[in-house]
């Protein structure tokens, strides 16, 4: 494929899988994250794509530009820190409480029961599912040095970076584990959005509950996840 082609029409074939990208991962991020913003930084990352694509490699230019976009809107998001440091503290909260609660009842706590340890109502606990949309189950600053700053990637000092850990053999198993051992709800609502790739307004119609419930479902679900892999995170 000649550059020329792919610079005269990629404005055309091209912008609408930023937007298809843009919107992906909006989805599984916080309110606050602009749609627009994840968009202009796409753009950026196709004109570079446009720039620095050979079709003598072989690779499909789509394929190539995915990756560029994808990485753009990626390096956006890092750049403007979009999970503030106090709805991350809320979340490491309620993961240590899963986890206490988990051990002295032998099961997975309710709700319920997750706020009457914090301390807090029910309605605030809710609230502050509702604030970690976005919630991952690895962040890069749960690897990080003895100055508390994240790992760099191309760093060797015998600790695995996320991406690493991620692709553990024993850490799938233990993830395979706790996802059998969510609540039924919470296992469902997972399977919906992860592997029937459904949006939350599809998954609040099957639930009977509203968009913003199944946010807090699936808020709680991995941190339930996450205080169970405490071993593997960090």
């Known amino acids: 494929m000649p550059l020329h082609y792919v610079e005269n ?36 990352g196709l004109l570079d794509a446009i720039g620095h694509f050979d079709a003598n490699q072989g ?13 753009a809107m990626l ?11 106090s709805v991350r503290k809320n979340a490491r909260g309620i993961e240590r409480a899963m986890t206490a609660l988990q051990q002295n009842l032998g099961r997975a ?25 976005g919630h991952q189950l690895v962040y890069y600053e749960d690897f990080h040095n ?10 060797s000092d015998g600790r695995p970076n996320p991406f690493e850990t ?11 584990e706790a996802i059998d051992e969510l609540p039924e709800r919470e296992k469902l609502m997972m399977a919906m959005y992860y592997q029937e ?21 699936h808020s709680q679900a991995v941190m339930r996840l996450r205080s169970k892999l405490r071993d593997w995170i960090g």
């Open 166 to 176: 991620i692709q553990d053999e024993g850490m799938r198993r233990a993830l395979i």
């Open 9 to 44: 029409r990629s404005a055309v074939e091209f912008a609408p899988l930023v937007k298809k990208i843009a919107y992906q991962l909006a989805a599984k991020l916080p309110a606050s994250v602009q749609v627009e913003d994840l968009m202009q930084a796409g753009m950026i």
């Open 146 to 155: 003895d100055d508390g700053d994240p790992i760099e990637l191309n760093l």
């Open 109 to 133: 706590p309710t709700e319920q029961e997750i706020a009457e340890h914090m301390q807090v109502p029910l309605a605030e606990y809710q609230d502050m599912l509702a604030d970690a949309r």
């Open 197 to 217: 790739d459904l949006n939350l307004k599809e998954i609040g119609a099957v639930l009977g509950v509203s968009e913003s419930r199944v946010c807090q479902i």
């Open 59 to 71: 690779a499909q230019f789509e394929t190539y530009a995915s990756q560029r976009i994808r990485g």
């Open 75 to 85: 390096d956006e998001l890092r750049e403007i820190d979009w999970v503030p440091r």
